[in-house]
């Protein structure tokens, strides 16, 4: 375990609510990336995560994107990438995902095989996350592109066995996520049951439209929230949320 993680557990422990920006490279002006981090430090956001579900080639766009950001910001930047070509030494930490929820052994463990090479030849600190997708009301991006189909919320049952599973196979975090774009987030039901029956933390992410849903995640039990098309659609979004 790294820095990063440690100090996520220690924030967990010491019950302080984390916050996260989800930028998309494919929506990222390069030439606004200051602007953007300014932003970004007027708000509550303690971590920068970079990722897109869609991005199929060459990683020189995010490499890019990671590289300025680093210049820009002393926040933590997490990649969180849907393939091996998002994956970049530059950036801070890595959430090593397998998608839980889905049977597709490309998610499972072939992109991230091909990720080692790149892994071993940097320093990148490597965080083992559970990525567990559930409905959101939408065909998401994820689900296209990973040919997966997500976990109805009604089924509670298969979500905290899924999350359960993924603490006993090594994972370090859980993630829920409802998609990018979901009708609805993760209910406040699924968050408070798999915070009862896993120790690690939970990210929770997709969907989170206000800051009533950010303070409903977080009392439900959500270590830390993921803001991504909320953000993207309004910069103003944290002016008056307090975290």
């Not at 995902?97 to 049977?103: A, D, E, I, N, V």
């Amino acid at each position: 375990m790294g820095s990063i993680y440690q100090e996520i557990i220690q924030a967990k422990n010491n019950n302080q609510k984390l916050l996260g920006i989800l930028l998309d490279p494919e929506k990222i002006n390069t030439h606004n990336i200051q602007d953007l981090v300014n932003t970004i430090h007027t708000s509550p956001a303690t971590h920068i995560l970079v990722g897109g579900s869609t991005i199929q080639d060459i990683s020189y766009h995010v490499e890019n994107i990671v590289s300025i950001l680093k210049a820009n910001t002393n926040l933590p930047i997490l990649l969180f990438p849907a393939n091996v070509f998002q994956v970049c030494v530059q950036a801070d930490a890595l959430l090593y995902l397998m998608l839980l929820s889905g049977r597709n052994p490309e998610y499972l463990i072939e992109q991230q095989i091909k990720a080692v090479p790149i892994i071993q030849q940097s320093k990148i600190e490597v965080i083992s996350t559970g990525y567990i997708l559930v409905d959101g009301g939408t065909e998401t991006s994820t689900m296209k592109v990973t040919q997966t189909k997500p976990i109805s919320q009604q089924d509670l049952t298969s979500i905290v066995q899924t999350a359960v599973a993924g603490e006993y196979i090594g994972n370090k975090i859980i993630y829920l996520e409802a998609g990018s774009g979901a009708k609805f987030r993760v209910s406040n039901t699924i968050i408070e049951h798999v915070a009862s029956h896993v120790s690690i933390p939970i990210l929770v992410g997709g969907g989170i439209k206000t800051s009533q849903d950010i303070d409903a995640a977080y009392k439900a039990g959500a270590d830390m929230v993921i803001i991504g098309t909320a953000f993207e659609n309004n910069t103003s979004f944290f002016h008056n949320l307090e975290v």
